[in-house]
């Protein structure tokens, strides 16, 4: 089971669209069930990714994080969103 | 997949050919505007300008440069979705760090409460019409509030 922090400025808005369409993402891979995402505001990411194995924000990656980072910003914009896409899957690999 | 609120688009609620000459302009024209219509408090303003420095939200689309500039509920009296279009593109900073300068074309300020999900089914929608070539010309092309209204429901509501 992975571990998926979604994070954004409140934890509410932008990372909410991002998880579903993350959740889009790897159902469609067939990872349906083999992961948890968590969504929380970026100010108590390092709290919530403690344990976590992947950090998805729409903010720059806060300091203290020791899990991997993929920036959430393609999903909204289109731009770059295959990249994002292989980072997650990628890790999700692992 | 969550059917969006489309009430939440509201004639009064788009400004066209908006003039602010930046981002500080911007918010504080906008504050009055929203606070003479009852959607936001007094904290509004400084809350909304001091998370826009820290957590940026100029988005680059595929289709245009918007800025989706938001704050916590605390701060609203009740949800909405203002629509800007402004006079001249005011510069925003990238979302996430993405980049340093957006000109935002179309300024989107969603009024959000904590997890309404008719409201963050509405957030996606917009993203999926700002990646649309076709979809934004006709948004640019809207003259009035309506109009403009008509054109998010369609393409937001289905």
Redesign the interface.
Known sequence: MKKIVLA???G???S??VA??VTELLDAKGYEGQYEIEQCA?AKAAECCANADLLI????APAGITCAYV???PF????GKVDAENQILDVMAQ | MTSVDTSLFKPELVFLDFDARDRAGFFNKLGVELKARGYVKDTWLGAIKAREESYPTGLPCQAINVAIPHTDPEHLNKPYIAIVRPRRPIDFQGMGGMCDRVPAELIVNLGLLAHANEQVAALQALMQVFMDEEQVARVRAQTDAEGMVRVMREYCGA
């Open positions: 954004c400025g409140s509410v808005a932008t909410n669209a579903k369409k970026i924000a729409t903010t720059v920036s959430g910003v909204l914009t289109g731009m």
